[in-house]
Nanobody, 128 residues
Framework: QVQLVESGGGLVQAGGSLRLSCVAS????????MGWFRQAPGKEREFVAG????????DYADSVKGRFTISRDNAKNTVYLQMNSLKPEDTAVYYC?????????????????????WGQGTQVTVSS
């Protein structure tokens, strides 16, 4: 069993930055693919960024490429999402998720149904 706790959300002006954290307990991230997702009001939850289980590969949604960076600290069992140049359309609840399933050492699953464990989410609000 894996417990995930996100933090770091808040209210920021457009163009600003935030860094989200996701701490895992119960088991380490190592050997698990993981992802950041977000869900805006009235919209479906969508993939934002993720790591393959090997940690070698990362992937980003087109809407955040060049602005967001995912990273991990295995010693702290923590994954981060650095978000720069934030836009009002980035406003959403952000979730981290982990999958136990093996999609291959370089693949990053993009679908919400491919993940087994989810955090409670952290709200990010970007004002214009």
């Amino acid at each position: 069993q894996v417990q995930l706790v996100e933090s770091g959300g808040g209210l920021v002006q457009a163009g600003g930055s935030l860094r989200l954290s996701c701490v895992a307990s119960g088991r380490t991230f190592m050997g698990y693919a993981m992802g950041w997702f977000r869900q805006a009001p009235g919209k479906e939850r969508e993939f934002v960024a993720g790591f393959s289980w090997s940690g070698i590969n990362t992937d980003y949604a087109d809407s955040v490429k060049g602005r967001f960076t995912i990273s991990r600290d295995n010693a702290k069992n923590t994954v981060y999402l650095q978000m720069n140049s934030l836009k009002p359309e980035d406003t959403a609840v952000y979730y981290c998720a982990v999958t136990r399933r093996n999609f291959g050492p370089r693949n990053i699953p993009l679908g919400i149904h491919e993940y087994d464990y989810w955090g409670q989410g952290t709200q990010v609000t970007v004002s214009s």
